[in-house]
């Protein structure tokens, strides 16, 4: 039963319905209103709470929307150059192999200056876990093109809406890495809707779980919006992801180890 006091009078409630985990810190999120990350956050931190692995977790922010995130996680975190996220969390890992260690990196970090990290990391097999938020552009920068904008998609760098002939196809990074011998768990999921918040809590709890097995690599996609990149409001911006990026990039799992 929780007890909250509003008013000098005691208010009773039979059920608590959410409580942010303490592991949170209580400095305001940089992100947009209705940006994904916050979600993503939370549900990474109640991972790590459920876990009781505070003290045994070490996250790696490289650059990106998520550069701040050692100000908003309250475990161990380093940053990291742009891009080179797994490579770090590669080097911690193998020096504390006890710890629970991960990555938190957007599309342009990971899919771009970072590819050649993140493709080598998940053909090793490193085991680690990566949490690749995908929105399809740049954020942080300005809206630019990413390579995960989807064919037609109008960003500040393609404004008449992506090319393929001229700019390339997306990349689809998670069915690309499920390839890879050294990928144990690759999923991809959303947080736009209480239930997909679940089953995404549910995949990045089974990728934390999955290092304690020493299998390789887990891959946690995370498809958002970017409402201020994509020029719409929250909610528009969630009903345009879900009728535009699902079908390129459809949520559920791609590669399960079998039990």
Known sequence: MAENIVNNDIIKEENLVYKKTDLLTDKSLSYCPGCGH?????????????????????????????????????????QA?????????????????????????????LAAIGTAETIHACNRGENITIIFVNNGIYGMTGGQMAPTTLPGMRSSTSPYGREVESMGAPMKMTELVAQLPG?????RQAVHTPSAVRKAKKAIKKAFENQKLKK????????????????????????WMVDNMFPFYPIGDIKVPEE
């Open 183 to 187: 990928t144990y768990f690759v999923t």
């Open 216 to 239: 390789g690599l887990s891959f946690v996609e995370i498809v958002s919006n970017c409402n201020s990149g994509w020029k719409m409001t929250p909610v528009k911006s969630n009903e």
């Open 38 to 78: 916050g979600t993503a956050h939370r549900l990474v931190m109640e991972v790590v709470e459920e876990l009781n692995a505070q003290d045994q977790t070490v996250g790696i922010a490289p650059v990106g929307c998520s550069v701040l995130a050692y100000e908003f996680m309250d475990i161990d975190m380093q």
């Open 81 to 109: 150059a742009h891009g080179r996220a797994p490579a770090l969390a590669t080097a911690i890992k193998r020096l504390y192999p006890e710890k629970y260690v991960f990555t938190y990196q957007g599309d342009g970090d």
